[in-house]
Every structure is written in structure tokens, then in C-alpha cells.
């Protein structure tokens, strides 16, 4: 009798150390957001708005644009949709050396749609040439 108690114990714990490892790995599965990548050159592509509408339909949290295009970020007001944003290459030289430019692409990019949405990174991208 005292072992099948015993055994009942073990098999109660057992079950109780699963639900718990189960409950955590649901938990960090539902706090995984999957991001796209918005690439915006190619032929015949949707609008910024039916693209950022998609993305609402199949919840996903996250977007990276790799240029500061206008209409997509004003597609994404009020959509939750966390953004990354590239600094263009060819931005860089003018954003380097003057710091109006700098303030005018922020105002431009990034403060004008700070209610808006969260801005999760801005990218500035480390390999460059700048011509020889």
C-alpha cells in the first residue's frame, strides 16, 4: 500500500512538472512575433496599404522596411506593427556630415509617426563604400 502510495506521488509530481514546462514553453511561444521583410522594388507590387492590410490579417507583429517609403508608413498608423527601419546608403554621406540633415530625416522618418506605431530599431548598415 505504501508503495503505490509512493508511486501515485511520483506520477502526480511528474504530471505537475509537465504542466508547468508546458505552460512556460506556451508562454514564449505566445510571446514570439514573426517579422517580414518589406522589400519595395519589383513590378507590379501592391499598394503600401494592401501590404500592410495583409499583414494585419495574419497578425504579424513586425516589419522591417528597408527604405523610408511614405506611404508605407503611413499605412502602418495605429496598426501595432512593431518597424525597423534601414537608413538608405545613399543617405549616409549627407546624414555623416550634416546634422540638419539628420534632423530633417528624423523628422521626416521617424517623429512625424512616433504616435503612430513603435519603431522597434532604426539600421544604419555597416558596409559601405564611399568611392576610393
Known amino acids: 500500500m505504501a508503495i503505490a502510495h509512493l508511486l501515485l506521488i511520483r506520477i502526480v509530481l511528474l504530471l505537475s512538472t509537465i504542466c508547468v514546462i508546458s505552460d512556460r514553453f506556451d508562454t514564449v511561444k505566445a510571446q514570439m512575433d514573426i517579422g517580414v521583410n518589406y522589400e519595395m522594388q519589383g513590378d507590379n507590387l501592391p499598394s503600401a496599404t494592401e501590404v500592410i492590410n495583409l499583414y494585419k490579417q495574419n497578425d504579424k507583429g513586425k516589419i522591417r522596411l528597408f527604405d523610408p517609403d511614405q506611404s508605407t508608413l503611413r499605412a502602418l498608423r495605429g496598426s501595432r506593427i512593431s518597424v525597423t527601419l534601414d ?3 545613399q543617405d ?8 540638419s540633415a539628420v534632423q530633417h530625416w528624423f523628422a521626416r522618418n521617424v517623429q512625424l509617426y512616433l504616435n503612430d506605431f513603435e519603431f ?4 544604419v548598415k555597416t558596409r559601405l563604400s564611399l568611392g576610393t
Open 87 to 89: 537608413v538608405r546608403n
Open 120 to 123: 522597434w530599431y532604426l539600421v
Open 92 to 99: 549616409l554621406p549627407a546624414l555623416a556630415s550634416n546634422r
